[in-house]
């Protein structure tokens, strides 16, 4: 019983090891930068150029004071999408399209306190590098243009402020997305 236990755990760890580079997961490094927004994603490979992605953010944070006041980049998003990988999976250039939905809040900035808040959802193309360090770490660099509908309501301050918009204002947007600075880990 013993032996045919060891072989199985044998010839499941050499497949586990024949499949590797399928999975990788990554943290955006420039989000944390965006006022210590947290990010986080996974990708599959599903074939040799075509990888599905899947990622989070989370930004709880207010900064500022009472005298100075207040700014603030609020969000929680989730995504889902794809990259097209021209060479080989998890390296060199890629090109990606993604759908997502944001919650946010976001104002303050460059003395002005208008404060806007609501869910935006819509979808982003994205291209990019990754720069290979070893077998399983890679950093990529990208960018993208995000665009889609939002409903929002717009605040006078980031706490407390008189509504300025509708309650229920919405409008289509096109906007710059998400910087990427990533680190990857490949398993």
Aim: net charge positive.
């Amino acid at each position: 019983m013993n032996r045919l236990l060891l072989i199985a755990v044998i010839i499941s760890a050499t497949t586990l090891s024949a499949r590797a580079q399928h999975v990788a997961v990554s943290a955006n490094l420039a989000d944390i930068a965006n006022l210590g927004t947290l990010s986080g994603g996974v990708s599959v490979a599903a074939s040799r150029h075509i990888s599905v992605n899947a990622g989070v953010r989370y930004n709880p944070w207010q900064y500022g004071s009472q005298e100075k006041g207040y700014f603030q980049n609020r969000k929680r998003e989730a995504s889902i999408g794809m990259r097209y990988w021209p060479w080989n999976i998890f390296s060199s250039w890629w090109f990606g399209l993604r759908t997502q939905v944001r919650e946010y809040n976001s104002g303050g900035f460059f003395g002005r306190q208008i404060t806007e808040e609501g869910i935006a959802v819509g979808a982003e193309a994205a291209f990019g590098y990754s720069y290979m360090i070893n077998s399983h770490f890679n950093i990529e660099f990208g960018a993208g243009i995000w665009g889609g509908h939002k409903w929002y309501t717009r605040y006078d301050c980031p706490r407390c402020g008189a509504i300025l918009s509708d309650d229920n204002a919405h409008g289509w947007f096109l906007i710059p997305g998400e910087l990427i600075v990533s680190l990857v880990y490949i398993f």
